[in-house]
Structure formats: structure tokens, C-alpha cells
């Protein structure tokens, strides 16, 4: 009896628990936006304003009234959002967390729209007010809402070379744009320097910028910067450079290889405070271990 009595009272408290929570009202919304993109694409008020648009405004409404599960695959379906949690504190606020998308490469297809993508391929929308600066591609095959197997695989290459560049801040610097051929092949466009470069396919873009950067060095060295008109470095193992026909050739010579230098400089001080920025993180992690 004793133990039947001590059940029935935690049952009892347990649902007026229950029931004096789902009648308290929600006292407000405390949202938080994270991810490396730091809330540029999404918007808090646009996404108050989407939540209150199921049911109504969200705030002063009992808690029993408001469908988390909903809530959530709304803010799901939203392009630009990658993962959403909402859930209620003790106090009846509601704490919602949306993590946001981090665009990896701008695409532009041959039928003349433009979207970004993110490192689970998905395709994220253009944002009126803001341009993500990423690696730029040009003349992908297809604009439709569901790819070919070839165009996915072709997506796939586009976001491997696309992560290279981004992680060199050299290429970075001198990547204008990638073309993309009809048959599938890849073609960069430089910043500094008249050569088209041509990639071949999207695999082992680290090689194939390293051997690019072995040439690079190789005409500063020799002052023949505009002597060649083109450069393969899709072949296995070698490089090949078509030159120019004619002798006027070096009218921003002089310009193109102090830019070119200017560049690699940049690239050796960025590679000095990385390191020096990593030394100082291990350096902060052992004395919070002391």
C-alpha cells in the first residue's frame, strides 16, 4: 500500500507537471544562426518571420499550441539552412539553433543562371544583397532541378577543384575563373598573365596546380612571362606550353612578373602568420591544460 501510495503521487505530480508546462505561455524566441558563413545568407528577422507564419506569432502562445516537429522541417526546407534544433526551456523560452550553409564554389550554367554550392552538393540560391567571393565556374551543362549522373560526377569535381583553390590563397589570388569545355574538360582563366591554362578533367587538381606553380616559378626565373600562349598541365607527368607567334610579346612583361611576385610573397607572409597563428592556438591549449 505504502509503495502503490508513493506511485500514484509521482504520477499525479508528474502530470500536472506535464500539464502546467503545456499551459504556460512561450515568453519569447531566442534564436541563434552559426556557421562559417557567420549569418551573411540567412536573416533572423526573415526567419522569425517564417516561423510565425504557420500558426500565428509564437510568442504568448501556450506551448501545448506549438508544433516543434513543424517548425523545424520548415526551417529544414530552407535552401541556405543545413540543420535546425528547437527546443523549450524550464523558463518557456523558446531556443532555436539553425546552422547555415557555407557556400564552396559559384557555378554558372550555360543557360545563364547562377547558383552556389556547399560541400554536400547541395545548390544554394543566389543572395540579393551579398556575393560570397569563392572559386567561379563557368558553362555547366544543366539547369535542372535533378541532375544526370554525368553532371553530378562533373558537380563532384567542380566542388574537389573548387576546394583546392579556396585553401591556397595564391590561387586564390590568381584564379579569375574555370571554363568549362563541352566535352567536360577544365580551362583556367589567370589573373595575372595572358595564358590560358588547361586543367584536362576535375581529378587531381592538387597535382596539377603544383605542377602550374613549378612553371610559374620557372618563367620568372627566365623573364619570359608572355612567351606562351597556352599551358598544359593535364598530361600525366609533364607540361606543355604552346608559344606565341611573333616577337611583340612583352609589353606587361615587367608588370605581369612584379604581380606575379607580389603574389607569392603574400602567399609566403600568409603561410608565416598560419603558422605562427598555429602556434600561438597550441601554445593557448597547453596552458589551459596547466
Given at each position: 500500500m505504502f509503495w502503490l501510495l508513493v506511485t500514484v503521487c509521482v504520477c499525479?505530480?508528474?502530470v500536472a507537471g506535464i500539464k502546467s508546462k503545456n499551459t504556460r505561455l512561450c515568453s519569447k524566441i531566442d534564436l541563434r544562426i552559426i556557421g562559417p558563413a557567420d549569418g551573411l545568407f540567412l536573416d533572423k528577422k526573415e526567419i522569425l518571420r517564417l516561423m510565425n507564419s504557420i500558426n500565428g506569432p509564437i510568442e504568448h502562445t501556450p506551448l501545448q499550441h506549438i508544433n516543434l516537429n513543424s517548425l523545424e522541417d520548415i526551417l529544414r526546407k530552407q535552401p541556405?539552412?543545413?540543420?535546425?534544433?528547437?527546443?523549450?526551456?524550464?523558463?518557456?523560452?523558446l531556443d532555436v539553433e539553425v546552422v547555415e550553409r557555407e557556400p564552396i564554389a559559384r557555378i554558372f550554367t550555360i543557360g545563364g543562371s547562377s547558383f552556389y554550392i556547399d560541400s554536400q552538393l547541395v545548390r544554394l540560391p543566389l543572395h540579393p544583397n551579398y556575393v560570397a567571393r569563392k572559386p567561379v565556374f563557368t558553362g555547366?551543362?544543366?539547369?535542372a532541378p535533378l541532375l544526370k549522373p554525368a553532371d553530378s560526377a562533373l558537380l563532384r569535381d567542380i566542388?574537389?577543384?573548387?576546394?583546392?583553390?579556396y585553401s591556397n590563397p595564391f590561387w586564390m589570388a590568381q584564379v579569375e575563373q574555370i571554363d568549362?569545355?563541352?566535352?567536360?574538360?577544365?580551362?583556367?582563366?589567370p589573373k595575372v598573365g595572358n595564358q590560358l591554362v588547361f586543367l584536362g578533367d576535375g581529378k587531381n587538381a592538387d597535382a596539377k596546380f603544383?605542377?602550374?606553380?613549378?612553371?610559374?616559378?620557372?618563367?620568372?626565373?627566365?623573364?619570359?612571362?608572355?612567351?606562351?600562349?597556352?599551358i598544359h598541365v593535364g598530361y600525366k607527368g609533364q607540361i606543355v606550353a604552346t608559344k606565341r607567334d611573333g616577337q611583340a610579346v612583352y609589353s606587361d612583361t615587367t608588370a605581369a612578373r612584379r604581380n606575379m611576385e607580389d603574389m607569392f610573397k603574400k602567399?609566403?607572409?600568409?603561410?608565416?602568420?598560419?603558422?605562427?597563428?598555429?602556434r600561438n592556438v597550441t601554445r593557448t591549449r597547453i596552458n589551459e591544460q596547466l
Open positions: 499525479t505530480l508528474l541556405w539552412i543545413s540543420k535546425a534544433e528547437l527546443y523549450f526551456t524550464n523558463q518557456g523560452v555547366f551543362p544543366s539547369d566542388l574537389n577543384m573548387s576546394k583546392y583553390i568549362i569545355s563541352a566535352d567536360r574538360q577544365f580551362t583556367m582563366v603544383k605542377k602550374l606553380m613549378i612553371f610559374y616559378k620557372d618563367i620568372l626565373r627566365t623573364a619570359s612571362w608572355n612567351r606562351y600562349v597556352t602567399q609566403q607572409l600568409q603561410a608565416m602568420k598560419d603558422t605562427t597563428g598555429d
